[in-house]
């Protein structure tokens, strides 16, 4: 049996049916295809995170930044002790704020980080290839809404559709 035949089958599986195995199970592939890809250059795949969300916001605190990566504030040290050490990132005082840190990605951090971004982007089209055509971009499209406003509805206990506190029992 192949795994297309195998996945065709498991519809109407209760556990191929569950949002959560189905993002987790994603998740668990991704990121053990995509660890080991990160680790050639100099990084784990926290660090990657973390590096991309500081490429795309320079000058964010380390606050601002474990906000943005939804990721709790004393693992953002370790990662940022790990990406700094591999001279990835620089920290440097905020000129606002003496008790903040500014976090910049060095010459040798913007390199590593586009050329794993090269490497992740060829191991998602590799995932994305069995799909009809459109059908990557419409499955990419659905993601982004589902993490946005859907996403933090639910996790306030709110209906996704209205945005309104659940109705009473």
């Known amino acids: 049996m192949t795994a297309s035949s195998a996945s065709e089958d498991s519809t109407g599986s209760w556990l191929h049916e569950d949002l959560h195995w189905l993002f987790a199970r994603l998740k668990q592939g991704l990121a ?32 601002a930044l474990a906000q943005a990566v939804s990721v709790d504030k004393s693992k953002l040290v370790a990662i940022l002790d790990e990406l700094e050490g591999a001279g990835l990132v620089a920290r440097r005082p905020d000129p606002a704020d003496r008790r903040a840190r500014i976090i910049e990605v060095t010459p040798q951090g913007g390199r590593a980080l586009k050329a794993a971004r090269g490497d992740i982007e060829a191991i998602e089209d590799r995932l994305l290839a069995g799909l009809d055509a459109g059908e990557g971009a419409v499955v990419r499209k659905a993601l982004r809404r589902l993490v946005g406003a859907p996403l933090l509805a639910i996790e306030d206990g709110r209906p996704a559709e209205t945005g309104c506190p659940p109705a009473g029992p």
């Open 32 to 63: 053990t295809a995509e660890s080991a890809v990160v680790r050639e250059h100099g990084m784990s795949l926290w660090g990657y995170t973390v590096l991309m969300a500081i490429v795309e916001a320079p000058a964010r605190t380390q606050l």
